[in-house]
């Protein structure tokens, strides 16, 4: 079945460390993003990829990196976690012109304590 | 001032309610407009999808636009408590890469 999937669903870390989300699609979408979401407020976009080897950063500025060597995969790498972190990570694919087929995944919890 | 506001509620209905959400913009530039509705612990997933003024229809779900009023709304009848989600409405621009602008969402409960 054609999805997006990410990893893990729920983190909980300590500050100073490093580490990665993972996201993946299996529906071939050559656009990749994340976007940050805090309880109540809206959806930020934080990284964006239009293809292999392109990212750029989206409006909310963010400390964390991505990469995009496959097409399938995105990963979000925090190199030191911060508190100020503390946050839903989601990630979603497209294709096409419009965003009709906007697809999100379920979300990466991230608690730095 | 934000370029897409929505009431965040929470909006409360009996079930069987007729419950209407709205947004409005400020950015004529907007084109596209969507309805996702997102579940607590769960990404959006989308909901409508529409293309500049006037009405779509898909089940219970009616996503109207009004490009003028700069105003869209999203109108679902027969409430179900399973309609109890966020509802997030989203726009984007012509020719621009899929770029989504989000209002806050609203929380809507439908009680049994």
């Known amino acids: ?113 | 001032q934000k370029e897409v506001e929505q009431d965040p509620g929470p909006l409360s209905v009996p079930e069987g309610a007729i419950v209407s959400l709205n947004c409005t913009y400020s950015n004529s530039a907007f084109q596209y407009f969507m309805w996702y509705r997102q579940y607590s612990r769960k990404g959006p997933e989308l909901l409508m999808y529409t293309y500049s003024s006037g009405n779509k229809e898909d089940g219970r779900f009616t996503a109207q636009v009004d490009k003028s009023s700069k105003y869209i709304s999203l109108f679902i009848r027969d409430s179900q408590p399973s309609d109890s989600a966020t509802y997030l409405c989203a726009m984007s621009k012509y020719n621009a890469g899929n770029m989504l602008t989000f209002g806050g969402g609203t929380r809507l409960m439908v009680k049994p």
């Not at chain 1, 079945?1 to 300590?14: K, M, N, S």
């Not at chain 1, 940050?36 to 400390?63: A, C, F, R, W």
Request: aromatic content about 10%.
């Open chain 1, 1 to 113: 079945e054609a999805d997006i999937y990410q990893t893990p669903r729920y983190l909980v870390i300590g500050t100073g460390k490093k580490i990665t989300l993972e996201c993946s699609q299996t529906m071939g979408h050559d656009k990749m993003y994340w976007y940050q979401q805090d309880p109540g407020m809206e959806l930020h976009l934080i990284h964006y990829s239009y293809g292999v080897n392109s990212t750029e950063k989206g409006d909310l500025s963010s400390e964390s990196t991505v990469s995009r060597i496959r097409t399938e995969h995105f990963p979000l790498t925090l190199e030191s976690a911060r508190p100020s972190h503390t946050s839903q990570y989601l990630c979603a694919s497209s294709s096409g012109p419009t965003a009709s087929s906007y697809t999100f995944g379920s979300g990466t919890r991230l608690t730095v304590v």
